[in-house]
């Protein structure tokens, strides 16, 4: 069964960085867009970034551009996504995701179909 499994959260003060992973099991991810987005409690799920399949166009929400960076490696069937200069507000559960229907993946949470299980990420401030 395909799955996703993101790993890397954790607690960090603000200004300090993590690595997100996200390691692709049970098929191939390497044909298609992956995205990060996240959720903070009481609100909705955001787009966060997004690659495509070979890694050439990337894309990032305002909020976290030039801060952020997403990258993958296919050999490896896994996507990342670093974290620098972190503030309060970027704390959520960060969740990985595949578009195995278009490869277009977009901004929107509909646009992908392979969810991983999240990972928290806090910044103390």
């Known amino acids: 069964q395909a799955q996703l499994v993101e790993s890397g959260g954790g607690l960090v003060q603000a200004g300090g960085s993590l690595r997100l992973s996200c390691a692709a099991s049970?098929?191939?991810?390497?044909?298609?867009?992956m995205g990060w987005f996240r959720q903070a409690p009481g609100k909705e799920r955001e787009f966060v970034a997004a690659?495509?399949?070979?890694?050439?166009?990337?894309s990032y929400a305002d909020s976290v551009k030039g801060r952020f960076t997403i990258s993958r490696d296919n050999a490896k069937n896994t996507v990342y996504l670093q974290l620098n200069s972190l503030k309060p507000e970027d704390t959520a559960v960060y969740y990985c995701?595949?578009?195995?229907?278009?490869?277009?993946?977009?901004?929107?949470?509909?646009?992908?179909?392979?969810w991983g299980q999240g990972t928290q990420v806090t910044v103390s401030s």
């Open positions: 995701a595949a578009d195995t229907r278009t490869s277009y993946g977009g901004v929107k949470v509909n646009g992908y179909n392979y």
């Open positions: 690659i495509s399949w070979s890694g050439g166009s990337t």
């Open positions: 049970g098929r191939t991810f390497s044909s298609y867009t």
